[in-house]
């Protein structure tokens, strides 16, 4: 079909012919090059009609594209276009070599057309000559930012972009990953021919073996498709934190029903980071992270027996969880004997279990309006003796202890009157 159309457009030229038409020239495609590589160029107008010979043994006329010519330059500096093709009466394709370019100055250029019938077309500024290519293709990265946290171990993703302005082209990209100052990763990225633009992404795992403080540098390059190749190199560089890690725990243990205050010491608790007690957050909210080395928060509630610490931030798990110990309350099993002088004075043993130092035996209707026990002596951990203070009818007696909480005896003492 293309090859019909432009049949019927060398037959319409021949019969313009007789007309005489005088040729156009609109523009130039594309409308501007280096000079350090071989351009081709397309020249699109109107009436660009072929000549025409008398073939001797048919007495026919013959459509011949030879004859055309093309030019550019300016102020007396002008070199001729080769390889010129006929491709319709709208559009000839010439070649611009560089070694032809080179012979011309950096400005806008006119570009002239003479057909077989010696009319000329001319183009004023037609061309932008633009020199040879000395720019370096533009580098930045987009990801991650330079004060990003990353620690040993972890996985550092990022992307650069390259970008050449046309009619410059981007011929090869990559990066290199050093770390303290060796190469560790590297890759090359896709260019797609012709491309003026690229994105190109990367990832490595940094070195376990890498402290707090020292350097990760990544290195993005990229040439472009001029004759002289000029390369351009970008650096990110990121300085590591601590690989998070808890060194300390205090207080180690605390009651069963929550809220000991708890201080967690180690590094890499940046913004962000939550500490847990099996799976349940510290209270407020994971603990309040008073600097990257601490954070201070009361423990959930939890069944006797151990439950592990950990804290999980912005730089992966700490390393080094640490086991919490929940103790029960102390608690009361029974009181000898179970009544006494309204006056107080009447002593008294106490037996149960996980009675300490820290265990206190009150005696009232509610903790906070409670007497406490007085002469108290803890005799182990089972046993408390000590005097009642004074009072009236039946009380409650209460165990408790300010850490693992308390235990009461409903009406477990009664004051007599006489």
């Known amino acids: 079909m293309r090859?019909?159309?432009?049949?019927?457009?060398?037959?319409?030229?021949?019969?313009?012919?007789?007309?005489?038409?005088?040729?156009?020239?609109l523009a130039v495609q594309p409308p501007?090059?280096?000079?350090?590589?071989?351009?081709?160029?397309?020249?699109?107008?109107?009436?660009?009609?072929p000549a025409a010979i008398l073939d001797p043994l048919s007495g026919r006329r013959i459509a011949t594209s030879d004859g055309f010519a093309a030019r550019m330059g300016a102020a007396g500096q002008w070199v001729e276009l080769g390889n010129l093709d006929w491709l319709s009466t709208g559009a000839l394709a010439v070649s611009l070599p560089s070694?032809?370019?080179?012979?011309?100055?950096?400005?806008?250029?006119?570009?002239?057309?003479?057909?077989?019938?010696?009319?000329?077309?001319?183009?004023?500024?037609?061309?932008?000559?633009l020199g040879p290519d000395l720019t370096r293709p533009r580098l930045a990265f987009a990801s991650p930012s330079p004060d990003a946290p990353f620690a040993p171990g972890m996985l550092l993703r990022g992307s650069f972009h390259a970008a050449k302005s046309p009619p410059?082209?981007?011929?090869?990209?990559?990066?290199?990953?050093?770390?303290?100052?060796?190469?560790?990763?590297?890759?090359?990225?896709?260019?797609a021919p012709?491309?003026?633009?690229?994105?190109?992404?990367?990832?490595?795992?940094?070195?376990?073996?890498?402290?707090?403080?020292?350097?990760?540098?990544?290195?993005?390059?990229?040439?472009?498709?001029?004759?002289?190749?000029?390369?351009?190199?970008a650096s990110l560089v990121i300085s590591l934190r601590a690989k998070p890690s808890i060194l300390s725990l205090s207080p180690a243990s605390g009651g069963t029903?929550?809220?000991?205050?708890?201080?967690?010491?180690?590094?890499?608790?940046?913004?962000?980071?939550?500490?847990?007690?099996?799976?349940?957050l510290l209270f407020p909210s994971g603990g309040i992270i008073v600097d990257e080395h601490t954070i201070s928060g009361h423990t959930p509630a939890h069944d006797a027996g151990g439950g592990m610490i950990a804290v999980h931030t912005p730089l992966g798990d700490a390393n080094g969880s640490r086991e919490?110990?929940?103790?029960?309350?102390?608690?009361?099993?029974?009181?000898?004997?179970?009544?006494?002088?309204?006056?107080?004075?009447?002593?008294?043993?106490?037996?149960?279990?996980?009675?300490g130092a820290s265990t206190r035996i009150y005696f009232g209707p509610t903790l906070d309006s409670a007497a406490p026990l007085a002469?108290?002596?803890?005799?182990?951990?089972?046993?408390?003796?000590?005097?009642?203070p004074s009072g009236s009818g039946p009380t409650t007696v209460w165990a408790f202890d300010s850490t693992l909480g308390f235990t009461k005896l409903v009406g477990g003492f009664t004051w007599r009157t006489p």
């Open 3 to 25: 090859f019909r159309w432009a049949f019927l457009q060398l037959l319409l030229g021949l019969a313009l012919g007789c007309a005489n038409p005088q040729p156009t020239l």
């Open 32 to 49: 501007q090059a280096y000079s350090d590589g071989d351009t081709r160029l397309t020249l699109l107008g109107h009436d660009f009609v």
């Open 99 to 129: 070694a032809t370019a080179q012979y011309l100055p950096a400005a806008p250029l006119d570009v002239e057309v003479t057909d077989p019938r010696g009319h000329v077309a001319t183009l004023s500024a037609g061309f932008l000559e």
């Open 168 to 191: 410059g082209t981007i011929a090869t990209a990559g990066w290199t990953a050093y770390e303290n100052g060796s190469a560790h990763a590297s890759a090359r990225c896709f260019v």
């Open 194 to 233: 012709s491309s003026a633009e690229v994105d190109c992404g990367f990832q490595f795992t940094i070195s376990q073996t890498l402290g707090e403080g020292d350097g990760v540098r990544v290195v993005a390059d990229a040439t472009d498709a001029s004759a002289s190749a000029n390369r351009a190199e």
């Open 257 to 280: 029903a929550g809220g000991t205050d708890i201080l967690i010491l180690g590094n890499g608790f940046l913004a962000g980071s939550r500490a847990m007690v099996d799976g349940d």
């Open 324 to 355: 919490f110990i929940y103790l029960p309350p102390p608690l009361l099993a029974a009181i000898t004997p179970e009544s006494g002088t309204a006056a107080g004075g009447t002593a008294v043993a106490i037996t149960g279990a996980n009675f």
């Open 375 to 388: 002469e108290q002596f803890v005799q182990g951990d089972t046993s408390i003796v000590g005097r009642t």
